[in-house]
């Protein structure tokens, strides 16, 4: 059986505009966690933070703006000028 | 905002709903977090605040907003989040209920604002997260309001 998830429709938007909203805020939350773990990873693997910002389709001054100061003293996000 | 009027207790849970969401990794601080601070302080407890139901009643809303747009919330056991948080802004959520708050201790004509103000400003939000979990866990505002 076929997961509903994984399908490539567009999800149905809640009757209540209260449920709707709610999701939008979940979903945001969601993918500041995902993104924050998906940076730290990119980058302990080696990834630059031109490479991060590009996949992530973002200017690289954003990217590290928004997680270089969380990522200090990890050992990543040294090689400003890395490509 | 008149900080300067806001007691060692308010300012501590002010300072414990930044840790709240510090340790949630959150990238801000909402009302949510004010919540769950304020639920550690004994005196609120005794008013019938419980943090574990809070945090249930917060997870269940959580998991019931991304359902609702077919997205499977991640259970406890596989947090998908980094271990290292970002620091954590104030955002308009916890910004309203302080604002409640002040409007709250000026209505009562108090000149100091205490964790009792910042309680009744974050039940006093008619939409959101607190409201929603408030709702799920089935807890009775008014009564609750009634006895701060």
Same mark, same amino acid.
């Given at each position: ?29 969601? *993918?500041?966690? !995902?993104?924050?773990? #998906? $940076? ?9 933070? /031109?490479? %991060?910002?590009? *996949?992530?389709? !973002?200017?690289?001054? #954003? $990217? ?9 003293? /990890?050992? %990543? ?7 | ?148």
């Amino acid at each position: 059986m076929v997961d509903k998830r994984m399908q490539l429709t567009p999800p149905t938007l809640p009757e209540d505009p209260a449920d709707a909203l709610a999701a939008v805020g979940a979903l945001r939350r969601l *993918a500041d966690q !995902v993104e924050d773990a #998906a $940076v730290e990873r990119a980058l302990h693997d080696g990834w630059s933070w /031109t490479d %991060v910002a590009e *996949a992530l389709g !973002v200017t690289r001054q #954003a $990217v590290h703006k928004k997680h270089a100061r969380r990522l200090r003293g /990890t050992g %990543v996000g040294l090689r400003r000028g890395a490509r | 905002m008149a900080f300067e009027r806001f007691t060692k207790d308010a300012r501590a849970t002010v300072m414990a709903a930044r840790a709240e969401a510090l340790a949630a990794g959150h990238a801000t601080i909402e009302a949510e977090h004010l919540l769950l601070a304020l639920s550690e302080r004994p005196d609120l407890q005794a008013l019938g605040l419980d943090r574990e139901q809070l945090s249930y009643a917060l997870a269940a809303e959580e998991e019931r907003s991304l359902a609702a747009v077919g997205v499977a919330a991640s259970g406890p056991d596989e947090p998908i989040g980094s271990r290292r948080p970002r620091d954590p802004q104030f955002a308009t959520s916890a910004k309203l209920a302080l604002h409640r708050a002040v409007s709250a201790a000026a209505k009562r004509g108090d000149r100091r604002l205490d964790a009792r103000h910042v309680l009744l400003g974050v039940l006093g939000a008619q939409h959101g997260r607190v409201p929603r979990a408030l709702q799920i866990a089935e807890i009775d505002v008014d009564a609750l309001r009634a006895r701060i």
